[in-house]
């Protein structure tokens, strides 16, 4: 009975309850592992991206050549999409100078808008006999057709998230071989599939999808190499082209039960994860595979650019929106990704994700969390730290050893985070004790600091000392329109200016609270203010601009009710308006000053930014302007309005700007709808230098009913555009504009 009642002693003292606890964590960890949720998969892929940027693939050979229909080529032939004729041309002339294969990462899903029965009936002016004519000609299509069954071209396709039309079952498809486990439900699925017109499917050597889905982060990482489209098995736009090359009549899919293993033809085969997806293993940008489309056409082209190579015809003109974010480049032309996937397969320079990488995770993991449950509590805290930076070294150099020598990719964050889950429970006792200290801070400098900044010094101590971090914010400025004006009506009154400034700035204030803001000053009436510091807000971008919004309809409202008082007091009514800049990127926060005084403050090029940023709202008409970062986070909750490509005073690199209209409920009206086109049209002949268009587009604005909305806007564009007309810009011009004033 006394050995029953000493088991509880006995399990305290010798296994205590903190260890317990920890076997159970490991458990619970290899369980997450399993389920595998977002932000798991988040942290394993990031460690990976970080492997590829540290040891880019290295390229020995350029099998593949890029045909880049670039903002060069549309200079001088023309709108995209070009005649079929023009594409006929460009096939032709690849095809001499011994390309391979030809593959489109676009598609041709509608006929040519130029095919001469369609100019028939475009043109009745034209008389009965032409037009007979024009019907007999050969359609544009055809020519295309032509030309593309005397080479050897691949024809890309769209997945879908929506069907469009029935599939029709007449067109050619490539076969697909299965061994193994049934392998379509392992497949990405797009509802609905857009092919080329029929007569250019049939002429095809093969079709497949260059459709790329980006990752949750808008990461491309990897590339899909087959897919379920519209119920049909279909390739990737680049592993067709290797059957093309190869001259393989048949896919085979190889399949297990955890999913899809590798893909084949002939003696090429290429391992993918479960759902067909191949990692892509980057290289750095590389210019030198880019041919200008244009300069292909006009045969002024070296011949072993084009001979014995894999054509890509793609684009990298900004404003086709084909851009997209890799591992190693932020802006990286989709159909250079395909190019990557091409040449990694053809150099067998891929990397692939084991399947019994899992199994070396999760035994990493239960080997060092039992070290750790077993041994941490004999260690000191110094001896501790350093056996731990011991593990966590051992785990880093296993992965990147892997990845390095075999391109296998094992990620070893997850058996860092269960051993340190396990570490941080078994030294939770030490918290008691810091918790007192926590509490004595509190209570010290709770009287003249920032509760938030007392909350944050109380979780970490050490912070108050000079010095900062690097993290990612959005900061606001916020300046009141026209101060001088109004306190000159109050300078017979300073204390009614004061009191007036307080009505201002309180509502303000309270609208940056509410959305998680951080005051860093006021500065007359002006105030500056911060997100996602010192506490983390993940969603830093979208409160600041809830906060601006909110900022305006609180100023809307003092000024409902001093516009009541005035009326009241038979005095004249004067409007409070504000105009706010906001901006997102890498600030260093902390506490700045000196030894004897310190303020927890924000700097870095993104605040200065942002205070440009302000001060240009009442030149363009909007009292919210924001960075791109800012408004590239929340274009999708809020009525977003590109203003113009500029250079800030102080700064070597341009920004896109933009104007906050409103909520979501005014990005669908039909009147922003209607805005936002105008605002593009004439952005898009200003920055092709075409004076007259823009000018023209301006003149149209201005007689639609939305015209007072971007009046100062299209002032301003005026002017700027009839001094160009005199002196133009130099012919590198990128669009942007050197701002003169702060």
């Given at each position: ?12 003292r ?78 032709t ?19 040519d ?20 004519k024009?019907?007999?000609?050969p359609?544009?299509?055809q020519i ?10 691949v ?10 039309a ?8 490539t ?9 379509q ?16 499917e049939?002429?095809a ?23 379920l489209?519209q ?46 997806q ?28 084009i ?19 890799t ?14 996937v ?18 070396l ?16 509590p004999l ?15 051992v ?7 892997f ?7 094992i ?55 000079l ?19 109004i ?9 009614g ?11 303000l204030t ?23 510091a ?34 009241e ?12 800049g906001?901006?997102t ?5 902390g506490?700045?000053?000196?030894d ?10 993104s ?21 791109s ?7 999708d ?12 005073k102080?700064?070597k ?41 823009a ?13 007072h ?7 301003l564009?005026?002017a700027?555009?009839?001094?160009y007309?005199?002196n133009?810009p ?10 003169l004033t702060?």
């Amino acid at each position: 009975m006394k050995r029953i009642q000493a088991l509880p002693r006995w399990f305290k003292r010798r296994i205590g309850f903190a260890r317990l606890l920890c076997l159970v964590l490991l458990v619970g960890f290899a369980a997450l592992r399993v389920a595998d949720p977002a932000p798991v998969e988040e942290i394993r892929v990031r460690t990976f991206d970080a492997f590829q940027r540290i040891d880019p693939r290295k390229k020995t050979v350029r099998p593949v050549t890029i045909v880049d229909i670039d903002d060069k080529s549309l200079e001088k032939l023309g709108q995209w999409p070009w005649p079929r004729t023009r594409i006929a041309e460009l096939i032709t002339e690849l095809t001499r100078l011994g390309a391979v294969v030809i593959a489109f990462d676009a598609v041709f899903s509608e006929p040519d808008r130029l095919n001469p029965d369609v100019a028939a009936e475009a043109f009745p002016q034209l008389d009965e006999e032409i037009r007979a004519k024009l019907r007999k000609l050969p359609s544009n299509d055809q020519i295309l057709a032509e030309a593309i069954k005397k080479s050897r071209v691949v024809l890309g396709e769209s997945g879908l998230p929506e069907e469009i039309a029935a599939l029709d079952k007449t067109l050619p498809v490539t076969g697909v071989a299965m061994l193994g486990e049934e392998p379509q439900r392992f497949m990405f699925e797009f509802p609905g599939l857009l092919r080329n017109v029929p007569v250019l499917e049939h002429a095809a050597a093969g079709r497949g999808l260059f459709t790329i889905k980006p990752e949750r982060d808008g990461i491309v990482r990897r590339v899909p190499m087959i897919m379920l489209a519209q119920g049909q098995t279909m390739p990737s736009l680049t592993f067709e082209m290797l059957r093309v090359a190869t001259g393989s009549g048949t896919i085979l899919i190889k399949a297990e039960k955890g999913g899809i293993k590798s893909l084949r033809i002939k003696s090429v085969e290429i391992p993918t994860d479960k759902n067909g997806q191949l990692w892509v293993h980057y290289a750095r940008n590389d210019a030198s595979i880019y041919v200008p489309a244009v300069n292909v056409l006009e045969k002024n082209v070296a011949p072993d650019m084009i001979a014995g190579k894999l054509v890509l015809i793609g684009t990298s003109a900004v404003g086709l929106n084909d851009i997209k974010t890799t591992p190693v480049a932020r802006a990286m032309p989709g159909v250079e990704i395909h190019a990557q996937v091409l040449e990694s397969a053809l150099t067998g320079a891929v990397i692939s994700q084991p399947i019994y990488g899992i199994v070396l995770e999760f035994a990493a993991a239960m080997l060092f969390g039992l070290l750790v449950i077993a041994f941490a509590p004999l260690f000191g805290p110094v001896s501790l730290v350093i056996v731990g930076g011991a593990f966590a070294s051992v785990l880093l150099g296993t992965s990147a050893y892997f990845y390095t020598q075999h391109r296998l990719l094992i990620d070893f964050t997850y058996p860092l985070m269960s051993t340190t889950a396990v570490y941080l429970t078994l030294i939770f006792a030490a918290f008691v004790r810091e918790q007192q200290q926590r509490k004595k801070i509190r209570s010290d400098f709770a009287q003249y600091m920032s509760p938030v900044l007392v909350e944050q010094i109380a979780q970490h101590p050490e912070k108050l000392v000079l010095g900062g971090e690097e993290r990612e914010m959005t900061i606001m400025f916020s300046d009141m329109r026209g101060f001088t004006s109004i306190s000159e009506t109050y300078k017979d009154d300073p204390q009614g200016l004061t009191t007036l400034m307080n009505r201002f700035l309180t509502p303000l204030t309270n609208a940056i609270l509410a959305r998680k803001g951080y005051i860093d000053k006021y500065m007359g009436d002006a105030i500056m203010a911060f997100w996602n510091a010192p506490l983390d807000d993940k969603d830093h971008e979208l409160n600041a601009c809830e906060a601006a919004i909110d900022m305006l309809e609180r100023i809307d409202q003092l000024n409902q009710a001093r516009e009541q008082e005035a009326k009241e007091e038979g005095r004249p009514f004067i409007p409070l308006n504000a105009g706010i800049g906001l901006n997102t990127g890498i600030c260093v926060v902390g506490n700045m000053g000196s030894d004897l005084k310190f303020n927890y403050s924000v700097f870095g090029d993104s605040v200065n930014v942002a205070s440009r940023l302000e001060g240009q709202s009442k030149e363009y008409g909007f009292p919210i302007i924001v960075g791109s970062k800012t408004a590239l986070a929340v274009k999708d909750r809020f009525a977003i309005l590109e203003l113009d490509f500029i250079m800030v005073k102080g700064k070597k690199e341009p920004e896109v700007i933009y104007a906050i209209a409103g909520r979501e409920d005014v990005a669908q009206s039909g009147r922003f709808q209607r805005l936002r086109n105008l605002t593009i049209e004439m952005l898009g002949c200003y920055r092709s230098r075409d004076w007259e268009g823009a000018l023209a587009a301006i003149e149209r604005g201005r007689k639609t009913d939305e015209a007072h909305a971007l009046e100062l806007l299209y002032d301003l564009y005026e002017a700027r555009i009839r001094g160009y007309v005199d002196n133009p810009p130099p012919e590198d011009w990128s669009g942007a504009f050197a701002l003169l004033t702060k």
